[in-house]
């Protein structure tokens, strides 16, 4: 059972780049969930999707997008990257509201 | 508005030196409260959700309990493989599907 598989694992862009980060999940979860991890900021919401077919916005969604391709998969997309957007990126998943996520193993991005 | 708060930062302790870590929330109104630990270079790891004031989960070393105000994972004797980052997190009434993260309490255990 591989749970939550994030694409790539690490990876450097240079100021002004596009990038898309893959997840996809194998538990027929419903809810879906990317968050960034910065030191001393904690786990921060991006976007989420309650369900297939919707998403929101989270706490820091500026420059990023992303689509619920289907019930599964979960991208996120960065389309000008800046160095304030270095950081580590987590893609979760859910099925209830009254279970707590599974985490990928997350994607480490640079941008210089 | 609604926050959630870990104390300390870091904790050191000795094998067998047990302690607890703290979560302390303002929230409007309390639907779960999440624990999580995490590994270096890791994602985190679900641990336990406490729904009500009064409820106590326990998981080896680890128990969880849940005041209106806070939560404490107390960790019981423990081992060198008990070091990590423990994260608390909070689903409250009215804030959608979806949990807000404490920066963590970083714990080490020394032999």
């Known amino acids: 059972n591989a749970g939550v598989t994030q694409t790539p694992k690490f990876q450097v862009l240079k100021t002004g780049q596009s990038m898309t980060l893959q997840c996809a999940q194998d538990?027929?979860?419903?809810?879906m969930y990317w968050y960034r991890q910065d030191p001393g900021m904690g786990l921060r919401l991006i976007y989420y999707s309650a369900s297939e077919g919707t998403t929101d916005k989270g706490e820091v969604p500026n420059g990023y997008n992303v689509s619920r391709l289907n019930k599964r998969e979960f991208s996120l997309r960065l389309e000008s990257a800046a160095p304030s957007q270095t950081s580590v990126y987590f893609c979760a998943s859910r099925d209830t509201t009254e279970d707590g996520y599974t985490f990928g193993s997350g994607t480490r991005l640079t941008v210089v | 508005e609604d926050q959630v708060t870990q104390s300390p930062e870091a904790l050191r302790l000795q094998e067998g030196e047990s302690s607890s870590l703290n979560c302390s929330y303002t929230v409007s109104g309390l639907r779960g409260l999440f624990w999580y630990r995490q590994d270096p270079g890791k994602g985190p790891e679900f641990l336990f959700t406490l729904y009500s004031a009064g409820e106590e989960k326990e998981k080896e070393r680890l128990k969880a309990t849940l005041t209106k105000k806070e939560s404490f994972l107390h960790i019981t004797a423990p081992k060198p493989e008990d070091s990590a980052t423990y994260l608390c997190?909070?689903?409250?009434?009215?804030?959608?599907?979806?949990?807000?993260f404490g920066t963590g309490t970083q714990l080490k255990v020394e032999l």
């Open positions: 997190a909070v689903q409250f009434t009215g804030g959608g599907n979806k949990l807000t």
């Open positions: 538990m027929n979860h419903n809810s």
